[in-house]
Nanobody, 126 residues
Framework: QVLLVESGGGSVPAGGSLRLSCAGS????????MGWFRQAPGNEREKVAS????????SYADSVKGRFTISRDNDKNTLFLQMNNLKPEDTAMYYC???????????????????WGQGTQVTVSS
């Protein structure tokens, strides 16, 4: 059974930083495409960032480029999202997701991912 557990969310003022973590079990990170997604009330779930199994390729939503950094530690089966210069519009539930790696082209959409965590709330005040 695959289990993904997010941590690190919280409430910060605009301009602040948070670092999210996602610890996994039952999944081999070194053979998995991993990603962070977010969903605000009334909105669809959207991709924030994704990363290839060895970390060589990363992809970001335009809204977070230059502010967020996705990374991974496969030895510890952990995924990270460093979020800097946070804005009120970043407020959402953030989800960790994973899937067996097929191709880089299949490591971006919600439908590409098989496994999901329960989410961690990020709230940014203005």
């Amino acid at each position: 059974q695959v289990l993904l557990v997010e941590s690190g969310g919280g409430s910060v003022p605009a301009g602040g930083s948070l670092r999210l973590s996602c610890a996994g079990s039952g999944i081999t990170y070194g053979r998995s495409c991993m990603g962070w997604f977010r969903q605000a009330p009334g909105n669809e779930r959207e991709k924030v960032a994704s990363i290839s199994p060895n970390g060589g390729w990363t992809s970001y939503a335009d809204s977070v480029k230059g502010r967020f950094t996705i990374s991974r530690d496969n030895d510890k089966n952990t995924l990270f999202l460093q979020m800097n210069n946070l804005k009120p519009e970043d407020t959402a539930m953030y989800y960790c997701a994973g899937a067996p790696y097929i191709t880089w082209a299949r490591c971006h959409a919600v439908s590409d991912f098989t496994y999901w965590g329960q989410g961690t709330q990020v709230t940014v005040s203005s």
